[in-house]
C-alpha cells in the first residue's frame, strides 16, 4: 500500500489491546470538505484511493472528484480501484488458472522467470458449479452424484490441485463443500481486513471482485463486491487495477416489516422488478431507511444477490448492528467482531436510526408491509408474477404461443399411470446461492414439508425434486430442527453441495418424461429457488421456468402444475379426501422464528474448521509438481489456449476494420448464455461433433461450464445455444447463420472458420441489453477466437463490455436512435470501420461504412465503448492479459 497520504490522514486505532493502522475518512474530511452524507459505499472507495495513493494511478484529483460528487451526484472521472481480494467459482475459475499457466508457459519461453506469474492478491476459488443432479429422491442421491461429478471432472480437479500447490496466494475450497457466495458471506468475508506491512497491522474494508456476478451477495454484509469477467479479475489477481468511472449511486429506502406469509424471495422479486423499470445498469444500489432495523441479515444478502437481475453493480448495505449480530452467529472470531465496529464507527460508515440519510443520484421508496407472495418468470427474474396470479400468466404464454386449446390435452407418459399436460411442473429445485443462504425461507421450506406430510400430501410422481444448498450448515440446521425427515419424504433429498438447477446442472429429465414433452411439443415448467431463468438455461425441454422462494418450490411439488391458482385451488386432498390449500400448511413467522433460533456459532466453526481440506476423492488426487503445468495433449477438458501466441513481438499497432462480413444478426437481451452457453452439450453441436470426434461418448460430455478450460470446446460453443436467434435466417432458434457470399446454411461456428480462412474479419449486429447474465469470460474469449474484431449493438451489459474490449474485442454502441432496424442491416451487408487507425481515445465516435448486395453505399456512425484510458492502453495491447504479460516479460 504505497500511499503518498497527501492529506495527512493516516491514523491508529486500539481495538482489544492491539493496535491497527488506517487512513481516516473524518481527517481527510478536514481537507476535503463535508462527505458525512456521502453514500457509505462511495466512502469505501474514498478510502480505498487514500490508501493507495502513488502520485500515478491515484492522484489528488481522484479525491476531490469524490468530495464533490456531493454537489453533481455524478463524475465522469475515471479511478483506479483495487480490491482487497479475488473470489472464483471453478467454472470461471479453471479458465484463468489456465490462463495463468499459459502466462507462465508465455514468460518461460521469452527467457523469463515463470515465478513472475503469481496472483498479488488473495484468490479463494471455490468448486460449486460442476455436480449435476443425475439422481434424486432417494437417501443415496448425494453420494452418487459425488461419485458421478468425480469421475467427470478428474482432469479438471487436478489441474485445481496442480494450481493450488503451485501458486502464492491461492487457496482452493474442495467440490462438495459448498457455493462460493454462501461459503464467501458465512466464512470468507470479513467486513474488515488487515494486512501486515513493515512491521505495521493496517485496517481496511474488506473489498473484492469476483468471477461471478452473484459476487453482489456480500454486499449484505457491508463488503463492497462485485462481478468481473474472468479476464478482468485475472489482471486485478497480478497488480492491476480495476478502472471503473465514479458511480452514480441510487438510494433504495426501506420503510416498514414484511407481512406474515411474505419471505425474502417474494421481497427480492419485487425489488428487482423496481429498480429494472427505474434504470440502474451500471450503477451502484445503496439501501437505506428504518426498514433496515427490520430486515435480517440473510434477508439483504438475499437482496445483493440479484445485484445482476436488477441490472446494478452491486446492491449495497451499510454496516450496522445486524451485521455484528450476523458475525457472531457465524462463529467469527471475537477479536474481528470487535474490530468490524470500533473501525466502522471511527470512520462514520456504521449505520444506525441517528445516521443522516446519504445523497444519492436518485432515490426510490418501498414499504415492506406491501411486499406480496411472487414468482418470476416465464424467463426473466425482473417479470414479477403475483402468487395468486401464476395461473393467468401461464394461460397468457399457452395462448401467446398458440397453445390455449390443447391445454387440458393429456399426454401419456410411457410406462406411467400418469399423464402430462401443458403447465406441469417437471422440476422443482431448491438451489442457488440467492435462497439457500437464507435460513429463514430454508427453515419454512422445511416446515412447510413438515405440514404437508402430516396431511398426507404428497409430490406429483413427475415433478424432478431436489435440494441442494450453498453450505453444510444448511442441512446442519435443517436436521437440528428436525425437518429433514419431511423434505426427504417429498423428494427433497440433498443431491449436492453447489448451484445444480439454477446454472443448468438439473441433470436428465426421466426418459419418459422427455420423450412426452418432445412428442407433445408440451409447454413446461421448472420452479426453482434460484436467480436466472432465462431461455435454455434450466433444462433444454422446459421451456416455461419460474423463480420462487423454498417454500414455494415445495409447494407446486406437489401441486405438480403453475396452471394453479394458490389462493382458490387446493394443493392436494388429505387422508379423508378434503382439500389441503397452501393456507393450510404455511408456517407462521413464530414457527420460523422458533425454527432459526436452534442455529448457531458452533455449527459454522465446526463446518468451517477444515474447508480447505476436502474429502477423501479430493484427497486422492495425484498432483504434478513443478513450477509450469505439464498440459496433456490428449485432454478434452484443459488444454493451452493460443492467446499468448507472438507474445514476445510487439503488438501490431490498432487499424480500421476493412470489408467484414456480419457473422450474426440479434435482437434484444442477448445473454451470456446465449453467447456461450451453459448446461448440456447437443450432440449434433459443433462441440458436440468435435467430441465425438476424439472419442468422447454423448453421455459422458458433461456440460459447456465444465470444459471451460478447453478453448476448442468453448469456441464450437460460442453462438451455439439451442434458443439463440439469428435474423440472418429471419429469427430462426438454434446457432446456424448465412455464410456470405456464398448464402450456403451452416453453423456459426463453420461460418467463423470459413470466413477465418477467406482472411474476412466478422462482426456481429444485436439489440438492446447485449451480454445480459453471469460473467462468463468465454463470450468473450470465444468471440476472438471466432474471428470477430467488433461487435455493434444498441446497449451492452457492464461485464460484457469489458470483456469484449478485455480480450481485444472492439464494444461500439449504436447512437442516438439508430439500430439495425433504422438501418436496415440484412446480415448480408459488406461493413468497414473507419478510424482507428491514429489515436485512440476513450468514448470516441467511429464511423461505420456500409456497402450493400445491390453496390449501394451509404455510412453511420457508432460510438465505441473503450470508456477509459486504461482500456485505450488493453485495447492497443491486444487485451488486457497481454498488456500484464507484455509488462511483466519487459522487467
Not at 489515436?839 to 453496390?855: A, H, N, S, Y
Request: net charge negative; glycine share 10%; aromatic share 8%.
Amino acid at each position: 500500500m504505497p500511499s503518498l497520504d497527501s492529506l495527512n490522514c493516516r491514523r491508529s486505532l486500539e481495538v482489544a489491546g492491539k493496535t491497527y493502522h488506517y487512513y481516516s475518512l473524518p481527517d481527510a474530511a478536514t481537507h476535503l470538505g463535508d462527505i458525512s452524507r456521502l453514500p457509505t459505499s462511495l466512502k469505501v472507495l474514498l478510502e480505498n484511493l487514500l490508501r493507495w495513493e502513488d502520485g500515478v494511478t491515484v492522484r489528488g484529483e481522484d479525491f476531490d472528484a469524490l468530495a464533490q460528487w456531493l454537489q453533481t451526484r455524478s463524475s465522469e472521472r475515471e479511478i483506479q480501484y483495487r480490491p482487497a481480494r479475488v473470489l472464483m467459482q471453478d467454472f470461471t475459475g479453471v479458465p484463468a488458472v489456465v490462463d495463468l499457466a499459459a502466462m507462465r508457459d508465455a514468460v518461460a519461453r521469452a527467457g523469463g522467470d515463470p515465478q513472475k506469474i503469481n496472483p498479488l492478491s488473495p484468490v479463494d476459488l471455490v468448486i460449486d458449479h460442476s455436480v449435476m443432479v443425475d439422481r434424486f429422491g432417494s437417501d443415496q442421491a448425494f453420494h452418487e452424484n459425488v461419485e458421478i461429478e468425480m469421475q467427470r471432472n478428474g482432469e479438471r480437479y487436478e489441474f485445481l490441485r496442480w494450481g493450488q500447490q503451485a501458486f502464492d496466494n491461492f487457496s482452493v475450497v474442495p467440490p462438495g463443500t459448498g457455493i462460493c457466495h454462501q461459503v464467501n458471506l458465512e466464512y470468507l468475508g470479513q467486513v474488515v481486513w488487515t494486512r501486515e506491512e513493515d512491521g505495521a497491522t493496517y485496517a481496511y474494508p474488506d473489498t473484492l471482485v469476483g468471477t461471478d456476478s452473484h459476487t453482489t451477495m456480500i454486499n449484505g454484509l457491508g463488503v463492497l463486491g462485485w462481478g468481473v469477467g474472468g479476464i478482468e479479475a485475472e489482471a486485478a489477481m497480478l497488480g492491476q487495477p480495476v478502472s471503473m468511472l465514479i458511480p452514480e449511486v441510487v438510494g433504495f429506502r426501506l420503510t416498514g416489516k414484511l407481512r406474515e406469509g411474505v419471505t425474502a424471495t417474494d421481497l427480492v422479486l419485487t425489488v428487482t422488478q423496481m429498480l429494472r423499470k427505474h434504470g440502474v445498469v451500471g450503477k451502484f444500489v445503496e439501501f437505506y431507511g428504518p426498514g433496515l432495523d427490520h430486515l435480517p441479515l440473510a434477508d439483504r444478502a438475499t437482496i445483493g444477490n440479484m445485484a445482476p437481475e436488477y441490472g446494478a453493480t452491486c446492491g449495497f448495505f451499510p454496516v450496522d448492528q445486524v451485521t455484528i449480530d450476523y458475525l457472531r452467529l457465524t462463529g467469527r472470531n471475537d477479536d474481528r467482531i470487535a474490530l468490524v465496529e470500533a473501525y466502522c464507527k471511527a470512520q462514520g460508515i456504521w449505520r444506525d436510526s441517528q445516521t443522516p440519510d446519504p445523497i444519492f443520484t436518485a432515490s426510490l421508496e418501498l414499504d415492506l408491509d406491501q411486499v406480496q407472495p411472487s414468482l418470476a418468470g416465464p424467463k426473466r427474474p425482473q417479470d414479477r408474477v403475483d402468487l395468486k396470479e401464476i395461473g393467468a400468466a401461464f394461460d397468457l404464454l399457452l395462448e401467446t404461443g398458440g397453445k390455449k386449446q390443447q391445454a387440458d390435452t393429456p399426454a401419456p407418459v410411457a410406462g406411467e399411470d400418469f399423464s402430462l399436460k401443458h403447465g406441469a411442473v417437471v422440476i422443482a429445485a431448491i438451489t442457488s446461492c440467492t435462497n439457500t443462504s437464507n435460513p429463514n425461507v430454508l427453515m419454512a421450506a422445511g416446515l412447510l414439508a413438515k405440514k404437508a406430510v402430516e396431511r398426507g400430501l404428497k409430490r406429483q410422481p413427475w415433478v424432478k425434486s431436489s435440494l441442494a444448498p450453498g453450505s453444510k450448515v444448511v442441512t446442519d440446521y435443517l436436521e437440528r430442527a428436525g425437518l429433514t425427515r419431511y423434505l426427504d419424504q417429498l423428494g427433497f433429498n440433498l443431491v449436492g453441495y453447489g448451484c445444480t438447477t439454477c446454472i443448468g446442472n438439473s441433470g436428465p429429465l426421466p426418459d419418459a418424461i422427455g420423450e412426452a414433452i418432445t412428442d407433445n411439443d408440451l409447454i413446461v415448467s421448472s420452479v426453482l429457488s434460484g436467480n436466472r431463468n432465462f431461455e435454455g438455461r434450466v433444462h433444454p425441454l422446459v421451456k416455461a421456468n419460474w423463480l420462487a422462494s423454498p417454500p414455494l418450490v415445495v409447494a407446486f411439488a406437489l401441486a405438480g402444475t403453475t396452471r394453479i391458482n394458490m389462493d382458490t385451488d387446493p394443493l392436494g386432498y388429505d387422508a379423508s379426501n378434503q382439500p389441503v390449500y397452501l393456507r393450510d400448511i404455511w408456517p407462521s413467522s413464530a414457527e420460523v422464528s422458533q425454527a432459526v433460533g436452534m442455529i448457531d456459532g458452533e455449527m459454522f466453526r465446526s463446518r468451517y474448521a477444515d474447508v480447505f481440506t476436502g474429502d477423501e476423492h479430493w484427497q486422492r488426487i495425484a498432483v504434478s509438481a513443478g513450477d509450469t503445468y505439464q498440459w496433456n495433449a490428449s485432454s478434452t477438458y484443459v488444454q493451452n489456449p493460443p492467446f499468448f501466441e507472438g507474445i514476445g513481438e510487439p503488438p501490431a499497432p490498432p487499424r480500421d476494420i476493412d470489408n467484414a462480413r456480419i457473422l450474426a444478426l440479434f435482437g434484444d437481451s442477448i445473454t451470456t448464455d446465449h453467447i456461450s452457453p451453459a448446461g448440456n452439450i447437443k450432440a449434433s453441436s459443433p462441440a458436440g461433433l468435435y467430441l465425438q470426434q476424439l472419442g468422447v461418448k454423448p453421455e459422458d460430455f458433461n456440460s459447456y461450464g465444465s470444459r471451460r478450460g478447453n478453448h476448442e470446446v468453448m469456441m464450437r460453443g460460442t453462438f451455439a445455444n439451442i434458443r439463440i436467434k439469428n435474423e440472418v435466417l429471419g429469427g430462426e432458434e438454434g446457432g446456424e447463420t448465412l455464410h456470405q457470399p456464398s448464402g450456403e446454411r451452416m453453423s456459426i461456428y463453420d461460418a467463423a472458420m470459413r470466413y477465418q480462412q477467406e482472411n474476412v474479419p466478422l462482426i456481429v449486429i444485436a439489440g438492446k441489453e447485449y451480454g445480459t447474465g453471469s460473467s462468463r469470460d468465454w463470450a468473450a474469449k470465444g468471440t476472438n477466437l471466432l474471428g470477430v474484431k467488433a461487435v455493434i449493438a444498441e446497449s451492452f451489459e457492464r461485464i460484457h463490455r469489458s470483456n469484449l474490449i478485455g480480450m481485444g474485442v472492439l464494444a461500439l454502441q449504436f447512437v442516438g436512435e439508430q439500430s439495425r432496424k433504422t438501418l436496415g442491416l440484412n446480415g448480408r451487408e459488406i461493413l468497414s470501420i473507419r478510424g482507428l487507425g491514429g489515436e485512440i481515445k476513450p468514448r470516441q465516435l467511429l464511423t461505420v461504412d456500409v456497402e450493400r448486395e445491390d453496390g449501394s453505399r451509404s455510412s453511420f456512425q457508432v460510438l465505441c465503448r473503450i470508456d477509459t484510458q486504461n482500456e485505450v492502453e488493453y485495447f492497443k495491447a491486444g487485451g488486457i492479459l497481454h498488456y500484464v504479460l507484455r509488462q511483466l516479460i519487459g522487467s
